[in-house]
Every structure is written in C-alpha cells, then in structure tokens.
C-alpha cells in the first residue's frame, strides 16, 4: 500500500516537471521570435535610411548637373557685384542676369579673380540655373581671339572689314565699340593712330576698345613753305601740302623739320592719349652759307652779284641758305652766271670766266666768221682717278676719261668726285699745241 503511494507521487512530480519544460521552451521559443524580430526590423530600418540618403544624393547630384549645364557666351555690355549685361554672341539675344555672393568669377584657367578684372567689351562664358535666372559662374573663355593694345587698326565700314595686320576680319551690326572708361561709342571713331584691343570669335570682331585716343601734332608760325616735316623716319610731309593736325599714335615721336634758309629743327616729344602738339617756329634761327670763290687762273679781278648786291675779290659772302641767281664779271671775260643752291654751311662757287673774241675772231660785215673761229679740237680729259665729273665752262660734258671739240679759246674746267677735292683748271686751245689729251691727278679728302 505504501509502495503504491509513492509511485503515484513520482508519476505526478515527472508530469509536473515536464509541463515546468514545455512552459519553459515556450517561453524561450517566444522571446527568441520577439529579439530576431527587432533585429529585423532594426536592420529594415537602416537600409530603408541608406536607400533615403542615397536617392537624395543622386537628386542633389542631378540638380547640380541641371544648374550647370546652361552655358552661353557673352560679350560684357556692363558687369557689376550684382549684375552681368551683355548679348549672347551664339543665340544673338540680349543678356540680363543677376550675381550673388556664391558666383564664381574665374579667369581661363579656373582661378578667381575679382569682378573688376572684367571689363566691357570682353567675351565670357556664363553659366546659371534657368528657373531661377541666377548666375552660378563667369569664366573669360579660350574661344575668344585677343589683340592688347595694338595700332594701325583700319575699318572698311562699306564692307564690314577691320584690317589687323594685313588680315581683314568681318564684324557684324551687333560689335561693341568701347571707350576707355566703358562707355559706348560708335565705329567711325576708330582710326590707325588709336591704341585699341580687339576680341573675336571664329574670325568674326565682336568687341573694340579704344585703350588710348589718337594724339596729333600742329605745326605753327611757319616762316616758310618750302621745306618737309619727317616723323618717325617713315612719314614725310611737304611744308606747303600741310593742311591742319597731323594725327600720331600716342607715345614717343622723333620729328625732323627742314625748312629753306633755316637751320634744321629735331625732336624727341611725347604725345599722350588726346593730345594735340603744338611746334612753333616763330623762333626758327636763320641758316647761312658761307660762298667761297673759285675763279679759273689769270683772272686778277672780278665781282660777283647775288640779288642786289654785288661782292669785290676778297670779300666775305654769307647767305641766308636758299636758291639764288649769281652773276660774275672780270674785264676781257664774258659775263658768267648760275643758279645755285645754298644748304650747308660752305659752298664752293666755281666761276669759269671765257675770254672775249678779239676783234680779228669776231664776224665780218658781211656774216661771215673768219677762218678762226672755225679751228676746233678734240682733246680727251682725264683724272687719276678716272670717273670725275667733268665741267667746261659750267657745262657738264661727261666723266673722265671724258673727250670733247672745243673751238679755240680759253676754257674754265672743273673735276669733282666723291671723296676727293674738286680741281679746277684754265685750258687754252690755240691751235699751236698739237696736244690732245690731258691727265690731272686728283687729291683724297
């Protein structure tokens, strides 16, 4: 009986410890739903979060490529902090757009620069948001030609041409004529003689500025007409063809002015943008020459006169440099005279005087020349040096070795060469000489 109540205690605590492991597993089945269940939504939540952040970047990404990828060339009207005026060179539209603090200015290179580095008449590229009309950067452009400051620029408005270099380049109805501070003008105020930057596009100009206005030069209170202006060594103009100002590029100019009868004028000026220079000669100095004489042999006494007044052997003749007429006289001579130009300071006056016939050598009273008069000779005149010019009378005849006829006479003869003192002789043909040729050695300087 005993040992039938205990085995029923047993069979009920082993039924009890079972229901205690099946609760237990229960419990432990659930808790391990409840963690791989946090742990699987945690893990929803973080690729959800990932997936939000990466499809924001791409939007960011996109909007950014939106932003930038409206471009368009401009040629600068005006520019400020806040605004960029100007025409789009490829639509042909006017350009109007608003800055801010974030846009970007760059030169060609992508470095900053600072707004005041662009400057009307100078072709960029801006980039913006198009609903928002913002601009996000202005870039100068490598696709624009530059010339800084150069001259000798021509326009040939007839055809559209502007002449740089010997290359003739098309501008169009819409290129900007710029002055030095920015202000527009017009293209029939661009001459050779401005100092001017051009920009271009595809050989077409589309933007000039007139860095520097042509300066010019008056001359004034001329004395004379005859005479020349020389400027730079490469234009030349004649006193009497000067009609107003003289335009120049502004700089540094080498002026030489010439005049008749007045010492030589020279130079060094600087003209700045605009200016007009003003020469004047009322304080020109006078240029004299010295005349020096140089009468053929046998002739002990003469007079020489220039104008109205008349000079004895001996004395001093100083002109005022110009052309004159000089006529010269000496008993038993013909009168001589020539027309000489006076521009250095000495003048060798050569006077060749011929003997007058005697009364046997004149004509007979019926027209006839006696027998004479008829005798004439062929002499050959040479120098050593050869190649002397040869003067009978004043008359050129040649280089030596030079031949001529002469009647019988008595003949003034002058050689003059280059690098050598002129030499002058008298030469008497009288038919009693049979000589015919004669050598005269020239002297070197």
């Not at 004379?224 to 202006?229: F, N």
């Not at 004489?293 to 002109?319: A, F, H, M, Q, R």
């Not at 010269?328 to 060749?352: H, R």
């Not at 009378?393 to 050598?420: A, Q, R």
Request: aromatic share 8%; hydrophobic share 35%; charged share 25%.
């Amino acid at each position: 009986m005993r040992s039938q109540q205990r085995g029923e205690i047993v069979k009920r605590n082993n039924k009890k410890f079972i229901m205690n492991m099946i609760i237990v597993s229960v419990v432990g089945l659930i808790t391990l739903m409840i963690v791989m269940f946090m742990v699987i939504r945690t893990y929803i939540k973080d690729e959800a979060k990932g997936n939000s952040v990466q499809v924001e970047a791409q939007v960011e990404e996109n909007n950014t490529k939106v932003e930038y990828s409206s471009t368009v060339l401009v040629l600068v009207e005006k520019i400020t902090q806040s605004d960029i005026i100007g025409f789009d060179i490829e639509n042909k539209t006017e350009v109007s757009r608003k800055m801010s603090e974030g846009t970007k200015i760059n030169d060609m290179y992508g470095s900053v620069i600072p707004a005041s580095q662009i400057k009307p008449g100078d072709i960029v590229e801006v980039v913006y948001q198009e609903d928002k009309a913002k601009v996000l950067s202005i870039s100068k452009t490598s696709r624009a030609k530059s010339w800084k400051k150069i001259s000798g620029v021509t326009v040939d408005q007839s055809n559209k041409q502007i002449n740089i270099g010997g290359t003739a380049y098309e501008y169009v109805d819409d290129t900007m004529i710029f002055q030095s501070d920015g202000n527009r003008t017009n293209m029939a105020f661009v001459t050779p003689f401005d100092v001017v930057s051009i920009q271009s596009v595809n050989n077409v100009i589309w933007s000039i500025t007139i860095d520097e206005v042509a300066g010019s030069i008056v001359v004034t209170d001329l004395p004379t007409t005859k005479g020349s202006l020389e400027i730079d060594r490469s234009r030349f103009f004649k006193l009497d063809e000067l009609k107003g100002d003289i335009s120049v590029i502004p700089g540094q100019h080498k002026i030489l002015l010439q005049m008749e009868g007045y010492e030589i004028i020279t130079e060094n000026i600087t003209i700045e943008s605009g200016e007009s220079y003003e020469i004047s000669l009322k304080d020109a100095k006078k240029a004299y020459t010295v005349i020096n004489p140089l009468v053929n042999s046998g002739v002990t006494n003469y007079t020489i006169k220039i104008g109205d007044k008349t000079y004895n052997k001996g004395e001093e003749i100083k002109l005022q440099q110009g052309t004159y007429k000089v006529e010269a006289e000496a008993d038993g001579y013909e009168p001589w005279s020539k027309e000489i130009i006076c521009d250095k300071e000495t003048y060798n006056l050569y006077v060749s005087f011929i003997q007058k016939p005697t009364p046997s050598e004149s004509p007979n009273a019926t027209g006839e020349t006696n027998t004479v008069l008829n005798n004439t000779q062929t002499i050959t005149l040479n120098t050593n040096p050869i190649g002397a010019k040869v003067y009978v009378n004043g008359v050129f005849k040649g280089e030596t070795p030079c031949t001529v006829t002469l009647i019988n006479g008595s003949y003034g003869v002058i050689f003059e060469k280059t690098g050598y003192s002129a030499y002058s002789t008298t030469l008497l043909l009288d038919g009693s000489n049979e000589q015919t040729g004669y050598l005269y050695d020239l002297i070197a300087n």
